[in-house]
């Protein structure tokens, strides 16, 4: 499983690179780009953890958060989107310990507590799968400012469905307020840089 998920994402930075346009995170909105001028959002949520604990915003405070919205049968891009998350709290180091990063799905319906414990394994080992009910995710995503829709395709089989979402993965400061975002495409590397503009030395 390990080595199909390796594939998956290297097929799919093909694809993109090519500049094939992917089903996943492809929203652009006004909303998602006052984020990124203006990123002091904060809010409660509660959601679930792939391991079934129910958390609050409140549980990690104290922490930096590496926060991305997407969902596990998105077919292309957010398997690259949490590769790059993984690689960027290994290339922190010590300090990656000071960051928290979080996957929230869009797609409840699909991505119960065991779907996603079983994808995020693919991934960093500290990556915290988070679900909920609709209306939960609905309110965590608007907290973000991020947007989702689901889109069928004209050959789907019954029940098949895609989601498209906001492209981003927000850096959120242990006060629970937004620092920065970061648009699909972004560097591991330049992630890094950002983050240790906050994390004193």
């Known amino acids: ?18 500049g094939v346009e992917a089903h996943g995170p492809t929203l652009k909105n ?21 391991t079934g604990r129910t958390v609050t915003d409140r549980d990690y405070l104290g922490k930096y958060m590496l926060v991305y919205f997407g969902y596990t049968h998105c077919p292309d891009v957010c398997p690259i989107d949490l590769q790059i ?12 310990g000071k960051v928290q990063p979080l996957f929230i799905t869009v797609d409840p319906k699909r991505d119960t507590v065991k779907v996603m414990a079983d994808y995020v394994k693919h991934f960093h080992p ?21 947007q989702s829709r689901k889109s069928v395709p004209q050959d789907a089989e019954p029940g098949e469905y895609l989601i498209d979402h906001s492209a981003a993965i927000v850096l959120i ?21 950002d983050i240790k503009r906050y994390i004193a030395p």
């Open 85 to 96: 998350v993984s690689e960027a709290v290994d290339m922190l180091g010590a300090d990656g």
């Open 173 to 193: 400061g242990p006060d629970g307020g937004g620092l920065s975002l970061f648009p699909h495409g972004i560097t591991a590397r330049d992630i890094v840089a």
């Open 30 to 50: 006004k909303e998602t780009a006052s984020l990124a001028s203006n990123p002091k959002n904060r809010g409660p949520f509660e959601l679930v953890t792939h």
């Open 1 to 18: 499983m390990k080595r199909l998920a390796i594939i998956l994402i290297m097929a799919c930075a093909v694809l993109w690179a090519a």
């Open 126 to 146: 500290r990556l915290i799968g988070l679900t909920g009910s609709k209306q939960q995710i609905a309110s965590a995503a608007k907290i973000y400012r991020m």
